[in-house]
């Protein structure tokens, strides 16, 4: 089967699921798990209205163009719906801003991998979760946008491990680390309001347990015992926006 969508970006695959993925990992494509193969009509069908050829910076540490057409080619891989691919591109903005220093993320021997917390009633809309388990499995629309922007730091930014991406353990937030804001829950305001995604350079989670206080000061304790060693970098946010035609 044909793949991509420019005649001349084109390979013929053998029509099975282990020859398309033998494909992909033999070229560096992927990020080891199967993939939904990147057709010219799937990859039109994520796109919907937006520009293909609409160029949102380049991507470190290779620094390659990062279209809306390469986009919705890893959206396509990662298993996304064409209606989570507005989240995509405005994780996407969010991460090129200079402000996120994504060649320090991408680059780092730290295991920090981006994480893409959506605000607003879309992602709601969407399926994307954010209530028990969130970071975990048996969720679509959290699994396939995360991993849609693992596959582009990958494929476009170029940050393989042990080439360009030298952290020294890696981690399990690189295979996909996408959730809501549980915002009706939270004691707090909302960290953004309205339709907003947020990218943070954010360590994998850490989960405070504490089988022994029996007081309110016991407990304050052993999360400030915990909460000491984690790191967080300065997060940018990006409002969705309506394709552009």
């Not at 499995?137 to 360009?164: D, Q």
Request: glycine share 10%; proline share 9%; aromatic share 6%.
């Amino acid at each position: 089967m044909p793949t991509t969508t420019s005649e001349t970006d084109s390979i013929m695959v053998e029509d099975s699921p282990e020859a398309v993925l033998a494909a992909f990992c033999e070229r560096n494509w992927c990020d080891g798990l199967p993939i939904v193969p990147p057709t010219e009509e799937r990859v039109r069908a994520m796109l919907g209205r937006f520009d293909r050829e609409r160029v949102l910076g380049v991507m470190p540490p290779l620094w390659r163009e990062a279209s809306v057409e390469k986009l919705a080619v890893n959206a396509v891989m990662a298993g996304c719906e064409p209606a989570h691919f507005p989240i995509i591109v405005a994780a996407t903005e969010a991460l090129l801003d200079p402000a996120f220093n994504l060649y320090g993320v991408q680059a780092t021997t730290h295991p920090v991998a981006p994480l893409v917390i959506v605000n607003g009633p879309y992602g709601r809309s969407i399926g994307l979760h954010s209530g028990s388990g969130c970071f975990g499995p048996g969720f679509r629309a959290n699994a396939t946008i995360g991993r849609a922007i693992r596959l582009i730091l990958l494929n476009i930014g170029g940050a393989w491990p042990g080439r360009y991406d030298m952290a020294t353990q890696g981690s399990p937030a690189k295979f996909s680390y996408c959730i809501a804001e549980n915002e009706t829950a939270s004691p707090w305001g909302p960290m953004q309001e309205g339709d907003v995604v947020t990218v943070y350079g954010g360590e994998p989670p850490h989960n405070v347990n504490d089988h022994v206080s029996t007081t309110a000061a016991g407990v304050l304790a052993n999360i400030a015992d915990t909460a000491v060693s984690l790191g967080q970098a300065e997060g940018v946010a990006a409002r969705l926006a309506e394709p552009r035609e």
